[in-house]
Structure formats: C-alpha cells, structure tokens
C-alpha cells in the first residue's frame, strides 16, 4: 500500500465555519506533511511533522491547526479562514531511510472558502 | 526559498525523448536530487532521485553532472500521459527535511 488518502476531496465552508482536513497513510513512514497550492503555483510547504511532533511551522497563521493524533493520521483543522485561503491542500509522507526518502503525495483537499 | 532553477516549459514530441534540465549550483554535499512531477489537478509523483551517480529506473534516467551543479531527466520515449509540470528539488535525505518545490518546468508533450 504506497497511498496516501485526503478527505474530503473537496470541501465549501464559510469564514466563520470550523471544518477538519484528514490524511492518512499506512506505510509505516513516520514524516508527515502539509502543503498548500494556489492555482498554476507550485505547492507550498506548511508544516512538518516527524515522530508525531511538530517539527516545522513555515509561519503559518494560526486559523490553520495541524494535529498528528497517532503515526498514521494527520489533521488540519481551519477556523475563521478567507477566501485567499481558498486552494489545493496537500498532505505527504515520507520515511528516514537515506535511500528511499521519496515522498507520497495524496490527491489532496479542494478548498473553498465563500 | 528553492534551490534550484528551471526553464519555464518545455514541448517535446510523442515518442521522442524529452529532456528536462535543473541547475542547482549551490547543492551541498549531503544534498541529493529529486524529480516530481504532477500532472494537471492531481498530487505530485515521485519520479527518481539520486546522490552522485546516474540513476535510471521503470519511468526515466536521471544524468547528475559530475562537479553536481546541475542535472538532467530523461524520460526516453515521452507519451501524452507525460504532459505535466516537473519538479527539480534539492533535499538532505533525512526523514523530515523540508521538500521545498521550485516552480518547475511545464512539459507538453506535442502529439
């Protein structure tokens, strides 16, 4: 199993609604990550998580939570958001081996923010 | 910021073989280099990577220069499926080093 799952595939919330990201992967690898992508950009790295701690904060604003509840699942919680934070939301992962370091991306999270 | 810098697009023809270059003349020791591409509204794929050596493998060969400074994929006979944006990325390969993407290269495979 080299996936990684995103849900919703697509999601519509409000500024004033509280929504939740997921991303799960079943590889054993135990580096996760949150990317975000504007349209006709390339995608932007939010956060880093490794061993299930927090290891990288690209000075992300606060209305965006990222939670790792165990080695498997990642969340992304959002509250208060914009429409500029409309995008495509991207988790990966990765493991520590030197020679197989590749990252898997999941298909992410269309987002809409009205 | 990315380290690495990339033509803006690219066009090849079907069946021929489509070479895409990267320069990262800045590449630290411990660095390797790492292909991805994504194709239009789907997650990026992992395509190759390498330290030093050329490396090739079911989708393409990687052709690093030998002073690393920058580097060349090939994917040897390219299809319409190839149509994507590819990714040139410099990473230390630990668990959790940041994978920073550049703006890439724009291939369009011409039928």
């Known amino acids: 199993d080299t996936e990684v799952t995103q849900t919703p595939k697509h999601l519509v919330m409000g500024m004033t609604n509280k929504k939740s990201l997921k991303c799960e992967q079943h590889m054993g690898h135990r580096a996760m990550y949150w990317y975000k992508q504007k349209a006709k950009k390339p995608p932007e790295l939010m956060f880093v998580?490794?061993?299930?701690?927090?290891?990288i904060n690209e000075s992300v604003p606060s209305r965006f939570s990222p939670e790792c509840p165990n080695s498997s699942l990642l969340n992304l919680h959002l509250h208060a958001l914009q429409p500029e934070d409309s995008a495509l939301y991207l988790c990966a992962s990765s493991q520590g081996d030197p020679k197989n370091t590749e990252a898997f991306f999941g298909q992410g999270t269309r987002l809409t923010v009205v | 910021d990315a380290k690495t810098t990339q033509p803006p697009s690219m066009d090849c023809a079907e069946g021929r073989a489509a070479n895409l270059p990267c320069n990262h003349s800045?590449?630290?020791?411990?660095?390797?280099v790492y292909w991805y591409r994504q194709i239009h509204s789907q997650g990026p794929q992992y395509i190759i990577h390498g330290l030093k050596n050329n490396e090739t493998n079911e989708m393409a060969s990687l052709i690093i220069t030998e002073d690393r400074k920058s580097s060349t994929l090939i994917l040897p006979h390219a299809t319409l499926r190839d149509t994507a944006v590819y990714y040139c990325i410099v990473r230390v390969a630990n668990r959790d080093d940041k994978i920073i993407f550049g703006k890439g290269t724009r291939l369009h495979i011409l039928p």
């Open positions: 998580y490794s061993y299930e701690k927090l290891s």
């Open positions: 800045t590449i630290s020791g411990n660095e390797y």
